[in-house]
């Protein structure tokens, strides 16, 4: 358990310095397609984290990343809105048993196919509430729309390579 | 009361998120405002010290365009010292010029970070309160107009620039004076527009807009970009005016804070004429 959370820790500071040194200026075709890889953290919260907890850690996480790029409370509400949908959804796209205890929401013990339906859906409600808020209008519509699909398939991406990444790590876990 | 305290049981964690929702809302919206809680943003110590290691990084990698820039500017500033012009005239050396009274005094600065493909896009650089640096301090370089200072902290301030939806500026045509409101529309970082030019202006592509100096933040005359684009904006009496920048945002590195020694007195007899107005 203790080791559990060290490792989210972890993978905290990981992914929000990542996302505000490096990936925050990644920036293709003018601005059209930027990597939100950062929410990979909510995705690989534990499947048992009380829903208060989820909450308040999709908040903070939020708000970190808020203080790099000036926006606050832009990725802070992109994500606390994530966080309130992802047990619902994951509800809603259970195996037919149900989980198993100590399960994690990853490719390694739910398969790709699974793994691409979970985070396709909250990576696309992410994006499309963040960039919407973002420009804070319906105004230029049509070229919002398409800065959310293209950067919501930039990230999907990297969130799948990443898997495969965290995967070999994991190779060498002792259960 | 029992039903009521059953319906909280049973929604709390939708309670709870909506809590948290309107407390992101409440924070986008004083954004606007927050000059006095920069803890918040990358002008905060923490956040700003990070950046300040990724520019030293980075810094290597453009160094040798940065001193190109640098010594070209230098050239040109030493070709305006005093020493290298003698007096025509020996009878009339003014020794106590009272006819002029210092209104602008510039501070260098370096930015530490900056953001080109946001809505919103803003630079961190790496002066602040300490070396003198307040909101709403204009921000120029050697190309032309960068930004305003947004907030400061005691070492950094983080800047609006032009790329920018929330950034405004009054911005004239050079060569014929109508002047109109300069906005980026977030799109493309290289381009923005100046809007409310009316259509009688003679504007052609190639013009240079420079900035007005009404709102006693920047100075007149600084240089902001070329026209590249004019039509007629439908259903108006307006121009669409786009401009390209001079100034590259995925480049910036150096810049100068300018400080208005007069702003105070200006804008205190605007809102005098203004009260009397009304």
């Not at chain 1, 075709?29 to 930027?34: E, K, L, T, V």
């Not at chain 1, 949908?85 to 739910?110: M, S, T, V």
């Not at chain 2, 309107?22 to 919206?29: D, G, K, Q």
């Not at chain 2, 190109?68 to 030493?78: I, P, V, Y």
Request: glycine share 6%; net charge positive; with cysteine.
């Amino acid at each position: 358990m203790a080791s559990e959370i060290l490792k989210n820790i972890g993978r905290f500071v990981f992914l929000v310095l990542l996302q505000g040194l490096i990936l925050n200026e990644v920036n293709l075709w003018q601005g059209m397609a930027i990597p939100y890889l950062y929410i990979l953290f909510l995705l690989m919260l534990p499947l048992e984290t009380p829903r208060w907890l989820e909450l308040l850690i999709g908040l903070v996480l939020g708000l970190t990343i808020d203080m790099f790029t000036n926006t606050l409370g832009i990725h802070a509400s992109a994500c606390v809105l994530i966080a309130y949908i992802r047990p619902l959804y994951l509800k809603g796209i259970a195996p037919r048993d149900g989980y198993e205890y100590g399960q994690r929401p990853g490719i390694q013990d739910f398969g790709l196919t699974w793994f691409i339906k979970y985070a396709a859906v909250l990576i696309l409600i992410h994006h499309l509430w963040l960039f919407f808020v973002e420009v804070y209008s319906f105004k230029g519509f049509f070229n919002t729309f398409l800065r959310v699909v293209l950067s919501t398939i930039f990230t999907l991406l990297l969130t799948i390579i990443s898997q495969y990444f965290i995967v070999t790590k994991r190779s060498s876990r002792q259960i | 009361m029992r039903n009521f305290i059953q319906f909280l049981v049973k929604y709390h964690i939708f309670l709870f998120f909506l809590g948290l929702q309107v407390l992101c809302f409440w924070m986008i919206y004083k954004n606007n405002s927050f000059h006095e809680a920069s803890f918040v943003n990358s002008s905060n110590r923490l956040i700003g010290t990070i950046y300040k290691w990724k520019g030293n990084v980075t810094e290597y990698i453009e160094l040798q365009r940065e001193n190109d820039e640098l010594s070209a500017e230098n050239e040109e500033l030493r070709n305006r010292l005093k020493s290298n012009f003698v007096n025509v005239n020996d009878h009339f050396v003014m020794i106590n010029d009272t006819l002029r009274e210092r209104k602008y005094r510039s501070k260098s600065a370096q930015v530490v970070n900056s953001s080109i493909n946001k809505q919103l896009n803003y630079l961190t650089i790496n002066k602040g309160r300490v070396e003198g640096l307040k909101p709403e301090m204009g921000v120029v370089n050697k190309r032309g107009l960068v930004g305003v200072v947004k907030d400061v902290s005691e070492h950094f301030s983080t800047v609006l620039p032009i790329i920018n939806l929330k950034f405004t500026a009054s911005a004239e045509l050079q060569r014929t004076g109508n002047f109109g409101l300069l906005r980026w529309d977030g799109r493309d970082f290289r381009y923005a527009y100046l809007n409310d030019v009316p259509r009688h202006a003679d504007v052609h592509i190639g013009d240079t807009i420079i900035t007005r100096g009404s709102s006693a933040i920047y100075p007149r005359g600084i240089s902001v970009g070329i026209v590249s684009d004019v039509e007629a904006k439908e259903g108006t009496n307006f121009h669409k005016i786009r401009i390209e920048l001079f100034n590259d945002f995925s480049k910036i590195r150096y810049v100068y804070v300018v400080e208005n020694l007069l702003k105070e007195e200006q804008l205190e007899i605007e809102a005098t004429t203004e009260e009397d107005g009304q």
